[in-house]
């Protein structure tokens, strides 16, 4: 019983961690109907970005966060000023195209820079655990699920009580009714991009912590990323926090029960289960090929 509540509890840190990982992947598709394939490879980029602060310069990983979300808001936003926004509505699969190959370049790149060996950002908490009667829970992912809870409620409140989160939610349901009553639809999108983008900079900043990695593993949490946000409904934030959680939650159980090796299939497992039985996910809705291509 203390094996299967500590496994549970573990699933739900790491599940908020993919939340804040899998929102702005959601975000960017429920306004401008693009599948982001590169959104894995920005994370490992902030990753990257969050390891140099801190080899470099002294800077705790959790503490460099601000500077990795505004550099990643940056690198969004000029991202989609310089290639995302000619596919804009174009069918989706010019979009699935577009990112894949910029996943790949940024790969490449970050190959480059840092090189392919295994980096992780190794601070006096990063092996510490707090014990809780016969459970130990790890101080880092404590930490992170925390400040992943902060920054989706923010992400939250400024979709629901700002003018430029209207916008968004106003763009996302009815492009051109939003067109009409004023919204720039290009800004509304760029900012939308660069705030997708930085949201995950802050998730690249708790995997520099938590896990090791190396420019090649973007697959992986591409992977990972698409079956939360399948599973939770594309374009749904509260569903990609409920997938995020559900997914967490059956790596977890699945490292305990049946062995290391699980976790890394049950990402394909949720797509082909989810396909199956709801194609739209939890909170998500039917799309007509017509209305998105």
């Known amino acids: ?14 599940g908020a961690v993919y939340a804040l990982l899998a929102s702005g992947l959601t975000l960017i598709f429920g306004v401008m109907r693009v599948v982001n394939l590169a959104h894995g490879a920005f994370a490992i980029l902030a990753a990257f970005f969050t390891w140099t602060l801190w080899s470099a310069l002294g800077i705790d990983p959790l503490l460099s966060i601000p500077i990795v979300v505004l550099a990643m808001f940056l690198i969004g936003w000029l991202t989609y000023q310089g290639t995302v926004r000619f596919v804009r509505g174009s069918h989706m699969s010019t979009s699935v195209l577009l990112t894949f190959g910029i996943g790949l370049v940024l790969e490449g790149i970050m190959g480059f820079i840092w090189g392919n060996r295994s980096h992780t950002a190794r601070t006096d908490y990063t092996d510490a655990s707090l014990q809780i009667g016969d459970m130990f829970l790890p101080v880092a992912q404590l930490i992170s699920a925390g400040i992943a809870v902060i920054v989706i409620v923010l992400l939250w409140l400024v979709l629901s009580r700002t003018w430029q989160g209207r916008a968004i939610r106003a763009a996302s349901v009815n492009d051109s009714a939003a067109k009409i009553v004023g919204v720039n639809a290009q ?107």
């Open 1 to 14: 019983m203390i094996a299967f509540l500590q496994s549970l509890i573990l699933g739900l840190l790491i």
């Open 187 to 293: 800004k509304v999108s760029a900012f939308t991009f660069g705030l997708g983008i930085a949201t995950l900079g802050a998730g690249g900043a708790m995997i520099a912590v938590i896990y090791p990695f190396v420019p090649g593993q973007h697959d992986q949490w591409i992977a990972r990323l698409l079956a939360i946000v399948v599973l939770g409904g594309l374009g749904s934030l509260p569903g990609a926090v409920i997938g995020a959680l559900i997914v967490g939650v059956g790596e977890s159980l699945a490292t305990t029960y049946i062995g290391a090796a699980w976790p890394v299939a049950i990402p394909f497992l949720v797509i082909f289960i989810v396909l199956l039985v709801r194609p739209q996910g939890i909170m998500g809705t039917r799309l007509r090929e017509d209305a998105v291509a």
